[in-house]
């Protein structure tokens, strides 16, 4: 039979090769090794860890390097070039960038390696009319959901560029981001085909459940996805861990910069996600949280090990192979719990469908549609906030549930990138969510992150003050590049000194890039396009409507070391910030309503975003747009689901109404992310 077949043939694949730094299984099954003895997995989240720092030292030295040549082409036109010389003088006054690549499906993903592309020194024209070296310059990308399957390409391809896979885009199967076909459908009208990727991904997911870990929707959706990141691994690089990065030569030398990608925990009980769950990320060497509710980092290596308060159950054993990089980017971009917990029947009988055809027995259906971290690497651990008196559930539970990174409605990677720790300047916010009602952004997204400092769970995180959606949309600063936060005098409310924000929305240049999100499959031609426009968004045209934009970037990089030594700011810099900060204004027809009164928090809150109350609103924003996708694709599906051979069992070959349920049923996962 032919799963059984490819099974076998599997097995064998995974016995004959053999990859340094890979899985020890070598396939996407973790396993037990030996580990020190005295091993201590976690720790609290009381600052950064050891090998994050002692990676800094090498990529500041980096970083200087590339920023003096970026800065030094940005301010060639400037009459006083003081600042830029007092800067370089003293290396602890080099700025630090930060990128924040948002979700939004494959709209996301191509749009953020467009943007990028315009900062990289590698892409044609970059230096010429581009942003070119800002990216050599860059010290932490964050990422998440579309946005992880963009940043996860680049630096799992061994920190290749955009203008590399845009050079060799094509059609075939070694060619990254061939997107031809869908995921789920990858062999288009040729079944032999897709019922052989189901079976590959049927076989990893089963090595996993046999090696003794619960298994989702979540890890089939990443390895789904996976095969056209990774066409030159076996089988997408099903045996790929994320730790590997802690090897690849590009980073430790510090060329690429440091990857965050994040995901949410969702409440065991399966309360909602909102922006009251912990937001967990995964770095190069640990997984963790800044939040109170899981107050802690462990090593992301040995994830999967069975721990209590982070010592292996079992002395000196520990598991590899769990940290799988399909898998968190999978994580990253999970949606599924979404689908799931809506109440339409359809979507609960496609879930099923799924879960059966990929899963058989393997799943429970509480948890088929969450990414299971399991068993917990916090069990155990005092890392949380006691303050109230409450124990944390995440350091009791099992397992860990977790979903899609921007499930909250912070669509952009923020929190990592605004921690005090990490002393980031300026944060580059490219935002490709979907918000406004013609799939270009409103702001909301923004402005979720901007809330989240005045509850509970972010009273230790800083964000700069934002209008509301509706005058972001009035003002047109969901249009065009803003910078947020250019003074520190109008931030000293704030828990601390935010990052300046660049915000560089998806905006149409050459190219109507509000591509829908039903769109699964793109040619050659318009994955290019889509790219090319993110490049022009990310440089007002090529520099075309403003030949000064460099200019301004270099100030926005500049500002807040220029702010802390007190350094004289040159005339060009505030004409630039004239041009492209928020003034504070909530619209054009009445004029600045400063936003900064040095009243409480709450009342802070509500002058600023002009959007009443004292809660956070995403979460209904998020099940509406949800609900309304669901309602409009319902009937499609269920006309197609009338005739299907309910019956069918995926191992005795795929049923083409089958076939054609994933497809309605995955348009609908791609028209949220
Ligand atoms: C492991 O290290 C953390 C952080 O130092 C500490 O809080 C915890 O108690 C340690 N675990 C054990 C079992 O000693
Ligand atoms: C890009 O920047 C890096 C770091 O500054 C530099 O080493 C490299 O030569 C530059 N490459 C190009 C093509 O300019
Ligand atoms: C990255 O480079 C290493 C060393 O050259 C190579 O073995 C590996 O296959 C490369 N990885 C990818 C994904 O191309
Ligand atoms: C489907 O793909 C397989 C494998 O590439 C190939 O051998 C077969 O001829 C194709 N079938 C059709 C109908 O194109
Ligand atoms: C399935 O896995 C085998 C073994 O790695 C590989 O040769 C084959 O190309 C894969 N097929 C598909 C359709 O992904
Ligand atoms: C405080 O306790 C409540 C339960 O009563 C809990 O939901 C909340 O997360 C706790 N807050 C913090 C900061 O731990
Ligand atoms: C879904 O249906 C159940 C049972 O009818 C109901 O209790 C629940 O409130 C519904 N949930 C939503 C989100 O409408
Ligand atoms: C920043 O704000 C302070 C007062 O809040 C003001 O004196 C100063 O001129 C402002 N600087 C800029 C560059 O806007
Ligand atoms: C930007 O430059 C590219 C490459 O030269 C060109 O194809 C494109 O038309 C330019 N776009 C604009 C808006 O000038
Ligand atoms: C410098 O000025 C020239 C001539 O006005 C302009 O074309 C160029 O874009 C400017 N460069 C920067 C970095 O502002
Ligand atoms: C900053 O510099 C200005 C002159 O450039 C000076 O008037 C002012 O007192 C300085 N402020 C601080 C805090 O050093
Ligand atoms: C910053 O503060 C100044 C002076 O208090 C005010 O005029 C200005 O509007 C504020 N800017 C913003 C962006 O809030």
Same mark, same amino acid.
């Given at each position: 039979?032919?799963?059984?077949?490819?099974?076998?043939?599997?097995?064998?694949?995974?016995?004959?090769?053999?990859?340094?730094?890979?899985?020890?299984?070598?396939?996407?099954?973790?396993?037990?090794?030996?580990?020190?003895?005295?091993?201590?997995?976690?720790?609290?989240?009381?600052?950064?860890?050891?090998?994050?720092?002692?990676?800094?030292?090498?990529?500041?030295?980096?970083?200087?390097?590339?920023?003096?040549?970026?800065?030094?082409?940005?301010?060639?036109?400037?009459?006083?070039?003081?600042?830029?010389?007092?800067?370089?003088?003293?290396?602890?006054?080099?700025?630090?960038?930060?990128?924040?690549?948002?979700?939004?499906?494959?709209?996301?993903?191509?749009?953020?390696?467009?943007?990028?592309?315009?900062?990289?020194?590698?892409?044609?024209?970059?230096?010429?009319?581009?942003?070119?070296?800002?990216?050599?310059?860059?010290?932490?990308?964050?990422?998440?959901?579309?946005?992880?399957?963009?940043?996860?390409?680049?630096?799992?391809?061994?920190?290749?560029?955009?203008?590399?896979?845009?050079?060799?885009?094509?059609?075939?199967?070694?060619?990254?981001?061939?997107?031809?076909?869908?995921?789920?459908?990858?062999?288009?009208?040729?079944?032999?085909?897709?019922?052989?990727?189901?079976?590959?991904?049927?076989?990893?997911?089963?090595?996993?459940?046999?090696?003794?870990?619960?298994?989702?929707?979540?890890?089939?959706?990443?390895?789904?996805?996976?095969?056209?990141?990774?066409?030159?691994?076996?089988?997408?690089?099903?045996?790929?861990?994320?730790?590997?990065?802690?090897?690849?030569?590009?980073?430790?030398?510090?060329?690429?910069?440091?990857?965050?990608?994040?995901?949410?925990?969702?409440?065991?009980?399966?309360?909602?996600?909102?922006?009251?769950?912990?937001?967990?990320?995964?770095?190069?060497?640990?997984?963790?949280?800044?939040?109170?509710?899981?107050?802690?980092?462990?090593?992301?290596?040995?994830?999967?090990?069975?721990?209590?308060?982070?010592?292996?159950?079992?002395?000196?054993?520990?598991?590899?192979?769990?940290?799988?990089?399909?898998?968190?980017?999978?994580?990253?971009?999970?949606?599924?719990?979404?689908?799931?917990?809506?109440?339409?029947?359809?979507?609960?009988?496609?879930?099923?469908?799924?879960?059966?055809?990929?899963?058989?027995?393997?799943?429970?259906?509480?948890?088929?549609?969450?990414?299971?971290?399991?068993?917990?690497?916090?069990?155990?651990?005092?890392?949380?906030?006691?303050?109230?008196?409450?124990?944390?559930?995440?350091?009791?539970?099992?397992?860990?549930?977790?979903?899609?990174?921007?499930?909250?409605?912070?669509?952009?990677?923020?929190?990592?990138?605004?921690?005090?720790?990490?002393?980031?300047?300026?944060?580059?916010?490219?935002? *490709?969510?979907? $918000? +406004? #009602?013609? %799939?270009?952004?409103?702001?909301? =997204?923004?402005?979720? !992150?901007?809330?989240?400092?005045?509850?509970?769970?972010?009273?230790?995180?800083?964000?700069?003050?934002?209008?509301?959606?509706?005058?972001?949309?009035?003002?047109?600063?969901?249009?065009?590049?803003?910078?947020?936060?250019?003074?520190?005098?109008?931030?000293?409310?704030?828990?601390?000194?935010?990052?300046?924000?660049?915000?560089?929305?998806?905006?149409?240049?050459?190219?109507?890039?509000?591509?829908?999100?039903?769109?699964?499959?793109?040619?050659?031609?318009?994955?290019?396009?889509?790219?090319?426009?993110?490049?022009?968004?990310?440089?007002?045209?090529?520099?075309?409507?403003?030949?000064?934009?460099?200019?301004?970037?270099?100030?926005?990089?500049?500002?807040?070391?220029?702010?802390?030594?007190?350094?004289?700011?040159?005339?060009?810099?505030?004409?630039?910030?004239?041009? *492209?900060?928020? $003034? +504070? #204004?909530? %619209?054009?027809?009445?004029?600045? =309503?400063?936003?900064? !009164?040095?009243?409480?928090?709450?009342?802070?809150?509500?002058?600023?975003?002009?959007?009443?109350?004292?809660?956070?609103?995403?979460?209904?924003?998020?099940?509406?747009?949800?609900?309304?996708?669901?309602?409009?694709?319902?009937?499609?599906?269920?006309?197609?689901?009338?005739?299907?051979?309910?019956?069918?069992?995926?191992?005795?070959?795929?049923?083409?109404?089958?076939?054609?349920?994933?497809?309605?049923?995955?348009?609908?996962?791609?028209?949220?992310?």
């Amino acid at each position: 039979m032919l799963l059984k077949d490819l099974i076998l043939s599997a097995t064998l694949v995974s016995l004959v090769e053999v990859a340094n730094a890979w899985s020890p299984t070598n396939g996407y099954a973790p396993a037990t090794v030996d580990c020190d003895k005295n091993i201590n997995l976690t720790r609290a989240a009381s600052g950064l860890s050891e090998s994050e720092s002692s990676w800094l030292q090498k990529k500041d030295a980096s970083t200087k390097e590339a920023l003096l040549s970026f800065l030094t082409r940005s301010t060639t036109n400037f009459t006083d070039t003081s600042l830029l010389d007092a800067l370089f003088k003293n290396s602890s006054d080099i700025p630090r960038v930060g990128i924040a690549a948002s979700g939004g499906g494959y709209r996301a993903m191509f749009g953020g390696a467009g943007m990028v592309a315009a900062m990289d020194n590698r892409t044609e024209g970059a230096n010429e009319y581009g942003l070119g070296g800002l990216l050599q310059g860059t010290t932490y990308l964050s990422a998440l959901s579309g946005g992880s399957w963009f940043a996860s390409t680049i630096v799992f391809n061994n920190w290749t560029s955009v203008q590399e896979i845009v050079d060799q885009m094509s059609d075939t199967n070694n060619s990254i981001w061939n997107t031809a076909q869908s995921p789920f459908t990858p062999g288009g009208t040729n079944n032999t085909i897709t019922t052989e990727r189901y079976a590959n991904i049927t076989s990893a997911v089963n090595d996993k459940y046999n090696a003794g870990f619960p298994v989702s929707l979540a890890d089939v959706w990443g390895l789904a996805f996976a095969y056209s990141f990774f066409p030159t691994l076996p089988q997408g690089g099903v045996g790929y861990t994320w730790s590997t990065l802690q090897e690849i030569e590009q980073f430790t030398n510090a060329e690429m910069p440091f990857l965050i990608e994040l995901t949410k925990v969702q409440k065991a009980n399966g309360d909602s996600v909102d922006l009251n769950s912990p937001t967990v990320e995964i770095n190069p060497f640990e997984i963790g949280s800044w939040d109170p509710s899981i107050n802690g980092f462990s090593e992301v290596k040995y994830l999967g090990t069975n721990v209590s308060n982070g010592i292996p159950i079992v002395e000196g054993k520990c598991v590899e192979g769990f940290d799988n990089v399909d898998f968190f980017f999978g994580t990253s971009s999970n949606l599924i719990e979404y689908i799931d917990a809506s109440n339409v029947t359809t979507y609960k009988y496609l879930i099923n469908e799924l879960a059966t055809l990929f899963l058989g027995n393997q799943s429970t259906s509480s948890t088929r549609d969450m990414a299971l971290y399991s068993p917990n690497p916090f069990k155990g651990t005092s890392f949380y906030d006691k303050s109230n008196g409450t124990v944390s559930e995440y350091v009791t539970d099992e397992e860990l549930l977790m979903i899609d990174g921007g499930s909250d409605g912070q669509t952009i990677p923020f929190t990592p990138l605004m921690r005090k720790e990490r002393n980031v300047d300026v944060v580059f916010a490219l935002d *490709y969510s979907s $918000d +406004g #009602s013609d %799939s270009y952004p409103n702001g909301l =997204s923004v402005v979720n !992150s901007y809330e989240r400092q005045f509850l509970d769970i972010g009273k230790n995180e800083a964000f700069p003050y934002v209008p509301g959606v509706d005058a972001f949309v009035e003002l047109g600063l969901n249009k065009r590049p803003v910078f947020f936060g250019c003074n520190s005098t109008n931030l000293t409310d704030l828990a601390y000194i935010p990052p300046l924000v660049v915000y560089l929305p998806n905006a149409e240049y050459s190219y109507a890039s509000n591509v829908s999100t039903f769109q699964q499959s793109f040619d050659v031609t318009e994955r290019k396009e889509l790219i090319q426009n993110a490049f022009e968004a990310a440089t007002m045209g090529n520099m075309t409507k403003d030949p000064e934009f460099l200019s301004c970037i270099g100030c926005a990089v500049m500002r807040r070391k220029q702010e802390q030594q007190n350094l004289t700011w040159p005339e060009e810099c505030e004409k630039c910030f004239s041009k *492209y900060c928020w $003034d +504070g #204004s909530l %619209s054009k027809s009445t004029s600045v =309503s400063n936003t900064t !009164s040095s009243t409480s928090n709450n009342v802070t809150y509500s002058n600023a975003t002009g959007i009443s109350g004292t809660t956070a609103v995403p979460t209904a924003d998020i099940s509406s747009s949800v609900s309304s996708v669901v309602r409009s694709a319902s009937a499609t599906a269920s006309s197609n689901s009338s005739t299907s051979a309910r019956s069918t069992n995926f191992g005795t070959g795929l049923n083409i109404n089958r076939g054609f349920l994933l497809f309605s049923f995955v348009n609908i996962f791609l028209s949220i992310i």
